[in-house]
């Protein structure tokens, strides 16, 4: 088995990190986040996977809740890769709101794959990601008397508005 090594230090186990890094972090909804997942030596050089490497991923809500997003469970390294794409959907509804937050990371345990390694790093990265609304709040109005269309009826006036030049009044 295959594992990196450093020649000139036999004694010392050797490290990977694995970091998440936010290529696509702020969305409006209905549009997924993209992350990439990376495995590299302490000196940044990418570190091929001899078997699949699987980490769980972690979502700490802040605005955000899960029904705001398809929550994916864990994301693989290939064998062969040094790194994985993980896209994650957000969910597009009718329902006016704010700017919605969350922070994904990945778990440092129960990693499925990492005895590949000597030594493994999970960096402790919260990535915040940003959902932004894209529905908007429309108001209708109705008229006072329905023949007249010329005269809207404006929540807190009891007369009706008269309209002049496209203009309530």
């Given amino acids: 088995e ?3 090594y ?4 036999p004694d ?3 490290n990977v ?3 998440i890094i936010g290529v696509k972090t702020e969305v409006y909804e ?3 986040f993209e992350y990439k997942v990376t495995l590299t030596d302490d000196y ?3 570190v091929i996977a001899t078997k699949d490497i699987t980490f769980e991923v972690v979502y700490k809500y802040k605005t955000a809740s899960g029904d705001d ?6 994301i693989t390294v290939k064998a062969g890769s040094s790194e994985a794409t993980l896209k994650i959907a957000t ?3 009718d329902i006016v709101e704010g700017v919605e937050t969350l922070d994904i990371t990945l778990n440092k345990n129960n990693v499925v794959g990492a005895d590949q390694f000597e030594h493994l790093t999970v960096r402790d990265r919260d990535i915040e990601s940003t959902i932004i609304d894209n529905d908007e709040h429309i108001v209708t109005v109705d008229p006072v008397d329905p023949t007249d269309p010329n005269t809207p009826n404006i929540p807190g006036n009891f007369d009706g508005n008269k309209v002049e030049n496209g203009d309530a009044k």
């Fill in 2 to 4: 295959v594992k990196p």
């Fill in 6 to 9: 450093v020649p000139n230090e």
């Fill in 12 to 14: 010392t186990k050797d």
């Fill in 17 to 19: 990190n694995v970091d």
């Fill in 30 to 32: 209905g549009v997924s």
């Fill in 44 to 46: 940044g050089r990418p």
């Fill in 69 to 74: 997003i398809v929550e994916v469970k864990s």
């Fill in 91 to 93: 969910n597009e509804d």
